[in-house]
């Protein structure tokens, strides 16, 4: 079933949120590159990501928040000429698959609209799945024939993925939790 109370009108407040969101996302992501180490860099950007997918769908709670959001890091990162460790392989794609993977977190999302206890499920199911198709478009823009071969290296990475994807959502929740209550977010979702 889809949820038709997220389809609502975008106003200049939400842009605000949006900007923010997006410095936030810049700064993090620029401190993450001083990171030295491959490996450690690409699972803290795949996270910091993630968090801040999450974050724009909780906040904003509109249908096409996420995909604004990417659209956004997408348009930013080209502009600014920067890489995020995660999908830097291919760096002709990364906008391309910033706005596929959104679509796919944003489908799941509209779909599921699963909450046990105040945790959002379809939340945290939509970024595990939509960070878990990162390497598969990749495999899809690179070459299907090296992912072939290299099939227990995908299944590793695909997993790799899908956990980052769980630990930022749940991350984004958490940051949520403490954020929902404060003076500023109740006066936003008050003109929201």
Not at 6 to 15: E, M, P, V, Y
Not at 69 to 77: C, D, M, P, T, Y
């Amino acid at each position: 079933m889809i949820a038709i109370e997220s389809f609502k009108k975008f106003k200049l407040i939400d842009i605000y949120v949006f900007v923010i969101l997006l410095g936030l996302f810049l700064f993090s992501n620029f401190l993450i590159n001083w990171i030295n180490h491959p490996i450690y860099s690409f699972v803290f950007s795949s996270l910091v990501l993630v968090i801040f997918m999450s974050l724009s769908l909780l906040i904003i709670r509109k249908a096409f928040s996420v995909i604004i959001f990417n659209f956004l890091v997408g348009i930013f990162s080209a502009i600014l000429k920067t890489n995020f460790s995660n999908i830097s392989l291919l760096s002709n794609y990364n906008f391309i698959i910033l706005i596929l993977i959104a679509i796919i977190y944003e489908l799941i999302f509209l779909m599921l609209k699963l909450e046990f206890r105040n945790v959002p499920i379809d939340i945290i199911i939509g970024a595990a799945i939509a960070n878990s198709f990162i390497p598969i478009l990749l495999s899809l823009f690179f070459s299907l024939e090296v992912t072939k071969t290299m099939m227990f290296n995908f299944v590793n990475l695909f997993l790799l993925y899908f956990l980052i994807g769980i630990s930022g959502s749940i991350i984004a929740f958490l940051i949520w939790y403490e954020l929902e209550n404060r003076k500023i977010i109740l006066k936003y979702e008050f003109r929201h």
